[in-house]
């Protein structure tokens, strides 16, 4: 498949040329614009995930894909995420997958297989509102992040702590633990909640900025108004 990122880092926009047959699959909703030759079709990611994990636990995302297939001639498709910020690519391979972040998933060819029964994801283990999911087997994953993509490679043994809301991705090589920021009082008094500290050997990509503190910023803005209109 030929694709292209423009517009990075900030604003950047994913656009496949699928070729006649081809196929590729999107998250709900990342559609920006395509060629009317291609045709649409929208499914759940799991038959049963709804019923089986509840919404509540999920927060009312989306759990839906839409994907993509070129007819009779080559077709152009474009997608981007909510958030400002940069897409790149996730080479998927057999012994090569990776732990990525439900809301950084932007699209996938053919062959990428989504885990979404992973304990990581059905237990909510790296906290309220922050999802992530297994992805395995071979293809093009392509993620989208808030803010820039920063990208470490760690060496076996050699260890990183990162914030969970500006964790992207980790290889499925290394491994990790998911614990709160230093003792109950750092963890009250930083806004830090939980961390995941990271062993390697495999790469981790990591977010610029942080979905949550913007959502802190605003509602500091717009909350003595909302007040003030309740009273």
């Known amino acids: 498949m030929k694709y292209e990122i423009r517009y990075k880092p900030s604003f950047s926009l994913l656009v496949v040329t699928l070729s006649p047959g081809e196929k590729i699959t999107a998250?709900?909703?990342?559609?920006?614009?395509?060629?009317?030759?291609?045709?649409?079709?929208?499914?759940?990611?799991?038959?049963?995930?709804?019923?089986?994990?509840?919404?509540?636990?999920?927060?009312?995302?989306?759990?839906?894909?839409?994907d993509y297939t070129a007819g009779n001639e080559p077709a152009e498709a474009a997608f981007?995420?909510?958030p400002l910020g940069d897409v790149d690519t996730l080479q998927i391979a057999p012994g090569k997958g990776?732990?990525?972040?439900?809301?950084?998933?932007?699209?996938?060819?053919?062959?990428?297989?989504?885990?979404?029964?992973?304990?990581?994801?059905?237990?909510?283990?790296?906290?309220?509102?922050?999802?992530?999911?297994?992805?395995?087997?071979?293809?093009?994953l392509f993620i989208n992040t808030f803010g820039a993509i920063d990208k470490h490679v760690l060496k076996d043994g050699e260890k990183m702590v990162v914030d969970n809301f500006h964790l992207v991705a980790f290889?499925?090589?290394?491994?990790?633990?998911?614990?709160?920021?230093?003792?109950?009082?750092?963890t009250l008094l930083s806004g830090e909640g939980?961390?995941?500290?990271?062993?390697?050997?495999?790469?981790?990509?990591?977010?610029?900025k942080n979905v949550r503190e913007l959502a802190e910023m605003i509602w500091s803005i717009i909350e003595p108004r909302v007040q003030a209109k309740s009273r």
């Open 194 to 208: 939980l961390v995941t500290e990271i062993t390697g050997p495999g790469e981790i990509y990591i977010q610029t």
């Open 171 to 186: 290889s499925d090589t290394c491994q990790y633990r998911v614990t709160k920021f230093g003792g109950l009082k750092e």
């Open 80 to 82: 981007s995420a909510a």
């Open 27 to 66: 998250e709900a909703g990342a559609m920006t614009y395509m060629h009317p030759s291609i045709t649409v079709s929208t499914r759940k990611r799991e038959k049963s995930l709804l019923g089986s994990i509840g919404l509540s636990l999920l927060g009312g995302q989306s759990f839906f894909v839409t």
């Open 98 to 140: 990776y732990i990525v972040q439900k809301s950084s998933y932007l699209a996938a060819t053919e062959g990428v297989d989504l885990n979404m029964k992973w304990e990581g994801f059905t237990k909510g283990l790296f906290g309220q509102g922050l999802l992530m999911i297994k992805v395995s087997g071979e293809g093009t």
